[in-house]
Structure formats: C-alpha cells, structure tokens
C-alpha cells in the first residue's frame, strides 16, 4: 500500500465523529449506531474487513451484547449470560480476557500466516483474510464492568499503517461517549418495560411520572 493510500482523511473522520454525536442526541438504537458507524468508518477509507462491539448489560435474558460488523456482510448481534461467558473456553482464551487480566488499554497483532496463532480466533481470522488486529477496552466509569470492548480488523496486504491507528484511537473516544449514551437509555428501557411493564415503562420515560396522570381507554371486562 502506498503512503497515499495508507493516508486517512482527518476531514471524513470528523465527519464520522460528529454523526456519532447528532445519532446520540437523536436517541439512535445501540444497534443502529453501531451499524451506522462501521459503514461510515468503510466508506471514509479505512479497510475495515470486522469489526467487533461489546457492551456490559443489565437485562433479564443477558449479561452483555455484542455486535460483530462484516464487511459486504451486515451485522450480527448476539446475547451473552454471564454463566455462559466469563469463564467459558471460548472467553478465557479471547485477546479481550488478556487484556483485562492483564490491565491493558488495547493489544495489536499482526496475524502471520506462517506464526502459531496467539489466540484460537485469529484462525478464524486468517481464514477471512484478516492481516492485522487491534483490541481494545474502554470502561464508562473507571470500573472494567461496565463499558464497551471492541476488536478492529483488515485485510490490508500492509496492515494497519500507524495513520489508521491513530484515525481509530481518536474515534474510539468518540464512540464510546455516544454508545454510553445508547446503552444508559436501553438500560433505562429495559428496566421500566421489565418492572412497569411495556406500556407503563414508556410512558414513565416519555415523562408521565407524576400522581394521577393517565388516559381515558376503552375496555371490556369478562367474567366467566
């Protein structure tokens, strides 16, 4: 790759920064913002082949949720119980365990072919085509449990240039910031639909909290 093309546009990232930060003032979905920011990140240049979102959860079916992002592929999101993940094989052995028992901000590895893979998911990588990869925790609060971690990855023949690195750790910030605020209102969400109920929790939300508020509804009561 020549150094041209290994160039990223400071002007297309501040783009993608602040539509991160007009989709969480207009109260996007996790998904969608995520969705939307992996295409946006493909389309101001960088060779992003998949990227990999995950975010701690307080709900009833799962402990956190994660969305892996393919390129000319879509989106896949996908639940996680805290019984299932923390200490299964498959979490124990991931670049993301190693970080946290190791208290480490991200870890960058070039995936060589001809090198034992570090991790069992670079073989899966490799098979995609994947030359290089860069992981990442980023806690909301100063506490590990509670925010989002994340993988970057490309086919790049070169890899990632020290230009694209820098293009990633100045948007992580910013993504972190909007999807804090997706998470907190889905949490919000989650919590008033599962205790209130789906119409009360809206409504709460929507702002209807004080004594004696309601609507007029039309019912019909059975006895049998």
Partial sequence: MSTAQAEISTILMDKVAD???????????????????????????????????????LHPLYDALG??????????????????????DRFLTSPYYHLLS?????????????????FPVFDDLRLMGVTDYMAF?????????QGMMGSWS?????????????????????????????????LADNMMTTYLGGDAGRRVLDGQIKRGEGDTIRAALVMA
């Fill in 137 to 145: 925790v980023h806690p909301f609060n100063g506490n590990t449990s």
């Fill in 19 to 57: 539509w991160l930060t007009q989709s969480a003032l207009a109260g996007d979905a996790l998904e969608t913002l995520v969705k939307g920011f992996c295409e946006r990140l493909a389309a101001a240049g960088l060779p992003l082949k998949r990227v990999h979102l995950s975010f701690s959860m």
């Fill in 67 to 88: 969305f892996t992002w393919l390129r000319g592929q879509g989106m896949e999101v996908e639940g996680f119980r805290k019984e299932d993940g923390v200490h299964s």
């Fill in 154 to 186: 490309t086919d790049s023949a070169a890899g990632f240039s020290d230009n694209m690195i820098s293009a990633l750790l100045r948007i992580q910030n910013h993504l972190a910031i909007a999807t804090k605020m997706a998470v907190l209102t889905k």
């Fill in 102 to 118: 190791n208290k480490l901000d991200h870890l960058r590895r070039r995936l060589d072919p001809s090198m034992p893979s570090e």
